[in-house]
């Protein structure tokens, strides 16, 4: 008869244990409760010993580091070859545990089904289609680009049941964030653009909701965004809104890195000169002139008669009231509040995050995180 | 200590030839005789003298055995050691750092293997830091020490300690830097976008490298964030993954209930709003004392099984 002697959990904390050396020769008789080996942990030095008599067959050699459990010996109560030990083994131990493997009778891998979720299609259907040994993330892609293109788009791709979505010919379509005066501002500039045409307007004040403005309906609030878009009722989108910066930026931000492409609705008078750069999400109102050379960032809000001079470099997130006036070269920065009727001579800086005073006049640099205030003292008197 | 003559480091039983419970100050006292101190068992008293070191200009660093026994020094750490500066008007600081070993999975029954620094989060002025399998332990515990001026928890995994630092798969590590000046680590098994964004801190790293194997094997994208200053929590970084990949899986050791997955979620969704496809999941320790046994430890704390069961139900919520 055979016994395994596995190598044994010393102490609470090991799971391992190093095999010092044998106290026995391989073959050798042994009585039960002779020490077979020395086994050596973090904390302590212990023989094991033999549970009954029989002749010792080392499996380990001396001075490697086993797990616990792992075998360290076989005792035999005849005598054996080396031959008969090791077939006996191989027959005691079980077969390595594979569970933790991907299954090899499942022919997909988790991608794949999670992509044929995700566009509602069966991964039985996929799995018939698929030619090969396992259908992999690209061989889904494919064929489900197959299938959508065999079948007519579902009707819930677009609410809307005479244009296609996002044809490159058609006009814009526009989704207003806000739905206050800043939209009816957006929507009047929009009503004189042929190439845009607002859709939808959202506004988390429910107050609104299922209300039009100027015909355009508003649809429910931000959290609605997602879904419009995935239903492809807007090709991109404009932030109406212009009295809380901090609230534009971070709507511009999250939408933006969510994937929603930002437009700019510019007035049809607005007069750009030459190679004025815009980036996205700029609303610029009637009569602003914005100077040759002037590049202006993201999500800025310019109202009426802004008139932004020649080589000036404006940064995002920024609000004008109406009647501002650059000089040449003026650089601005982000989050820049400005009043109504405010002059800036040329060369200057303005810091971000700054506030400047309606009716100042500046004529020095403003650092960043200031506000400029400039005293000009309304009076009444009887006539 | 060889950089700073001002480090002195106390605990119970730190001295050589113990060297520490988990050993952690081996050797220190024979290289440092004068600078290493065994204290009595008195908890409070490590830290009330750690302060008083401090407000005399030395920057100690006190060990508590166990995590589990840190509630013994709740009053000086909460009332003393992190009010002093603003009470004296920055007139005083009180650079100290307390390393302290956290977390089950040894067996060890309900009284040695917490995840307390769940009680700590939340202290004004105390700074937590726990790293994880993929940090530099040794940067972040420099940082505590020297470069700190807070009060500094600094939470130690036990199943950390044996870990070899280097990664035995192919994982993309990189180090992002935190104001607070401990680098948070985002590691991911693949360079495509996220299909799955995991954010967790400390011992539960440990379980990662393998479970990101297991999912590079069924071509999902996983990416981990792994902040190191886990109070104050500065999830900004992570905020553009997060909204483009829109399932995020948050673990925290403890129990979660009124915990850090709870903090972590609410400022996600704050951040995040209708960008998330699913909702956040948490995947915390069950609300109860943790048993030895082991089979019955692993029914209460996180396994890496819970993890990747939680990870496919999030990816096909």
Redesign the interface.
Known sequence: MKTLIPMPQIG??EDTAFLIQWLVAPGEPVKKGQALCTVETTKSVVDIEAEQAGHLYPLAAAGSELPVGAPLAVLSTQPATANEIDTWVQNQTPSPNTS?Q?SPTRTW??????LA?QHGISLETLLTMHTGPRL??ADAQKLIDQLQAATPEPSTQSSDLVDAPCPSHRIQRILILGGGDGAVQTLDAIAHDPKQRAVAIVDDNKTLWGKTMMGVPIVGG?????DLWANHTFDAAIIAISSNLAVRERLFT??R???IPFTNVIAPNVILHSNVSLGSGNLIMANARLGACTSIGDNNFLSAYVNIEHHNKLGSHCTFGPMVSTSGRVSIGDRVIFGAGIFIEPHLTIGSDSTIASGSIIRGNVPAGVIVKTHIQQSHRPK | MAEDERVIVLGEDILDPYGGAFKVTQGLSSQYPQRVWATPISEAAIIGIANGLALRGLRPVAEIMFGDFITLAADQLINHATKFAQMYNGQVSVPITIRTPMGGGRGYGPTHSQSLEKLYLGIPELHIVAPSRFHQPGHLLRQAVLGDDAPVLFIEHKLLYPAQLALPWQIQSSEISDSSGYPAIKVQNASSPADILIITYGGVSLHLPQILENLAQEEISAHAYLPASIHPLNLEPILPTAARCGRILIIEEGPGNFGWSAEAAVQLYDALGPSLKTPIRRLSALPTAIPAARHLEDQVIITPEKIEKTIWEVLFA
């Not at chain 1, 891998?109 to 999670?114: D, H, P, V």
Request: glycine content about 4%; cysteine-free.
């Open positions: 609470v904390n933790d991907p891998t988790k991608k794949a089904e999670l979720k992999e993330a931000m959290a609605k965004i997602a999250q939408w890195d969510f994937g």
